[in-house]
Nanobody, 121 residues
Framework: QVQLVESGGGLVQAGGSLKLSCTAS????????MSWYRQGPGKQRELVAT???????SYEDFAKGRFTISRDNAKNTVYLQMNSLEPEDTAVYYC???????????????WGQGTQVTVSS
């Protein structure tokens, strides 16, 4: 089993910045990808950014130029640096990881519990 723990959410004024962190622990042989999703009030959960092992990070259009995803493989941690935040960015931000638990085992997906980001105007 794998646990994902997020941190770094909070209240920030429009134009401000926040940095989210998510650390994976448990039965981890390798992590193939780590992503950030978000779910705003009354909205469906949507992808924000993905760090896929061996590839350049990818971003949804709303995140390009403002958000940066990065990963520390030694710490099994993914970060999301968010700049120029807007009230529309208010949401619960979730970490997702695709993990291989053993060398020949399958990939499995895991979610964190979410961290609230609130941007005031």
């Amino acid at each position: 089993q794998v646990q994902l723990v997020e941190s770094g959410g909070g209240l920030v004024q429009a134009g401000g910045s926040l940095k989210l962190s998510c650390t994976a622990s448990g039965s981890i042989f390798s992590i193939n990808a780590m992503s950030w999703y978000r779910q705003g009030p009354g909205k469906q959960r949507e992808l924000v950014a993905t760090d896929l092992t061996g590839y350049n990070p990818s971003y949804e259009d709303f995140a390009k130029g403002r958000f940066t995803i990065s990963r520390d493989n030694a710490k099994n941690t993914v970060y999301l640096q968010m700049n120029s935040l807007e009230p529309e960015d208010t949401a619960v931000y979730y970490c997702y990881a695709r993990v291989k638990g053993s060398r020949f085992g399958p990939n499995s997906g895991y979610w964190g519990q979410g961290t609230q980001v609130t941007v005031s105007s």
